[in-house]
């Protein structure tokens, strides 16, 4: 199983969830022990009682102090305050500093004040699950996924190295770009595409308080395309307001594509219409087939 | 298997895909004899030979002429020709016509100008399934699903039970409205959703254009919201085009809810965004719960 020369003496993941247990799991045979930090008593004893983790602790210094990899696995906004306020001078000089936060401009700029001796360097791995939680761990939930890794001014070349190292020994695929740039991409694949579910179902809901019929017809279409609604919502405002310029462009662009749609339909022109959800469907055909194929092959 | 008191000596069916197909497997014990009519002869074929019907024919006219019951379940604008051009003066007096069209405005007032004497009524069974063509065929396909009824002008009383003894043998659950309320409400949760998933997927290809990676990273949450924008443009077009005063009706209450998200957003008052996704989370976890049961029960 074991891929990569990836090797650690201590691993800490902060954050025992669905990310971070599967992380610990995925990570097994390339570290000495595994702690695992997390505030949630009943995560900490499963993580233990399963041997996802050698042992848990509350205390994010106790759990960091020893480690030469610290996996920061947490929501975004806590990412970011760890970093900013605390574990700089948690951290032993060497040590490897990643996280998984969704967004990752302020936290990358946090990152760039740690202690110069810190390896930080961003991560954010493009996989998920419907369910929750460390009881949920997968040990292959990165496997053959996309893994975003975003340089900060505490990024040196061998940070890179062992990050890239970390990355493939998750069997996932390491996609290396600059903060900005992730952020504007997210943007477009993940947080437009949650305000747009979140304003559909806003918008049926209004409806149904008028006819609430509206909820009975409802069918496949509309689960699929309202599922993002139904996300956590401290999760989805901390990666909103994290990343309030790129969504903002995002939905200016995506205003003009739904325009062009819309004087389409009203003025009646079934032919320019098709012309322009042709292509699109296109687009959507080839993505969907390379995916599946991706997922299939656990490339 | 066989329930209500729904029979008929002769029934035709109109188009033989996935949806025909299906409820012509539903009916198998309903009626005495099943012929479809299909313009593909490979269909017709598979239909026949599978025992789907018990006869296939291409002429419109042979296939209905001596049918009690007539289920045209083709695409909207070719239901919308077949009522306005031929089929009436092929059926039969006392003869039930129903459709299973997308948009029932336009059939419906089509079938309000029949002969009197036939009793046509508008009908759109919400269901589907990912693959079409009547080798996918379901004889549950419509089980515990909703079948809604739409009258028209040649909609007496006798028409209004004969179909619901149909729907009732289809084991769906019938719902009775307007033709004007149907399009409305499936503008709000089928047409809408199909115009955002295709503006979403123009919006990520226009990105795409200046960074192709954007393809590469997009997960899950694009998987679902991109996937109506994969369906068929022909069928999509007809569709959107036979109901545009609804869908134009429902963009504009979109629009007024992505603007209400985006103002929150950009002024960053993260309480407001919160207040407003946590109740629109809440309608939908409530809305999958009830679908899903529903599905579950077979309901």
């Not at 610990?24 to 983790?53: F, M, P, S, W």
């Not at 890239?164 to 903060?179: D, H, N, T």
């Not at 959800?277 to 299939?296: D, F, S």
């Amino acid at each position: 199983m074991s891929s990569g020369g990836f090797k650690t003496r201590h691993l800490a993941v902060v954050g025992l969830g669905l990310m971070g247990g599967s992380l610990a799991l995925a990570l097994r045979e390339h570290a000495d022990t595994i702690t695992g930090v997390e505030l949630n008593a009943e995560a900490r004893q499963y993580a233990v009682e399963n041997k996802i983790v050698d042992a848990a602790t509350d205390d994010l210094r106790e759990g960091v102090a020893q480690a030469d990899t610290v996996i920061l696995a947490a929501p975004v906004r806590s990412i970011q305050a760890m970093v900013e306020r605390r574990i700089g001078s948690y951290l032993r000089s060497n040590t490897l500093l990643i996280d998984i936060g969704s967004t990752k401009r302020d936290i990358c700029e946090a990152m760039g004040k740690l202690p110069v001796g810190i390896h930080a360097i961003g991560g954010h791995p493009m996989t998920g699950k419907e369910v929750s939680g460390v009881e949920s761990s997968d040990k292959n939930l990165y496997r053959g996924r996309p893994f975003v890794l975003c340089p900060t001014r505490r990024t040196t070349p061998a940070t890179r190295l062992r990050a890239l190292g970390l990355v493939q020994a998750l069997a996932a695929v390491p996609f290396e770009m600059e903060a900005d740039r992730h952020d504007h991409l997210v943007a477009a694949i993940s947080h437009l595409p949650y305000i747009l579910s979140s304003a559909l179902v806003a918008t049926v809901a209004k409806e149904g308080q008028n006819d609430p019929t509206v909820w009975e017809l409802a069918a496949g279409g509309f689960r699929d395309m309202s599922r993002l609604a139904g996300q956590d919502v401290q999760m989805m405002g901390d990666i909103l307001s994290t990343n309030t310029q790129a969504v903002a462009t995002l939905l200016a662009l995506f205003r003009v594509q739904l325009a062009m749609l819309e004087a389409m339909l009203i003025s009646r022109d079934d032919q320019q219409l098709a012309e322009f959800l042709r292509p699109t469907r296109e687009a959507r055909v080839n993505w969907i087939q390379k995916y599946e194929n991706g997922h299939k092959n656990g490339k």
